[in-house]
């Protein structure tokens, strides 16, 4: 099996920072994309940003310039670095990796959570 644990959510004034960590574990051939989502109550799912093993990332309108991916593939660790904090950032954020469990078979599994606060 394979696990997506987050840290590094919490509580923050607005302007602030964070920094969220994933980490991939279990059964594991090769992380493929590897992203953040985050869903704020009453809301979709929404995309924040992605990178593909090889560093390329993309980002939602929403929070470039302000956020920033990157990954250590040696660890299997997404991070995203989160500056310049609104309220409009609230929000539960969720890892997501496209992991190898074997030469071919691929799927996409989802970290539990991890809850993001900014204090206006």
């Known amino acids: 099996q394979v696990q997506l644990v987050e840290s590094g959510g919490g509580l923050v004034q607005a302007g602030g920072s964070l920094r969220l960590s994933c980490a991939a574990s279990?059964?594991?051939?090769?992380?493929?994309?590897m992203g953040w989502y985050r869903q704020a109550p009453g809301n979709k799912r929404e995309l924040v940003a992605t990178?593909?093993?090889?560093?390329?990332?993309n980002y939602a309108d929403s929070v470039k310039g302000r956020f920033t991916i990157s990954r250590d593939n040696a660890k299997n660790t997404v991070y995203l670095q989160m500056n310049s904090l609104n309220a409009e950032d609230t929000a539960i954020y969720y890892c997501t990796g496209t992991v190898q469990t074997g030469l071919v078979y691929e799927q996409d599994y989802w970290g539990q959570g991890t809850q993001v606060t900014v204090s206006s």
């Open positions: 990178i593909t093993r090889g560093g390329s990332p």
């Open positions: 279990g059964s594991i051939f090769r992380v493929n994309r």
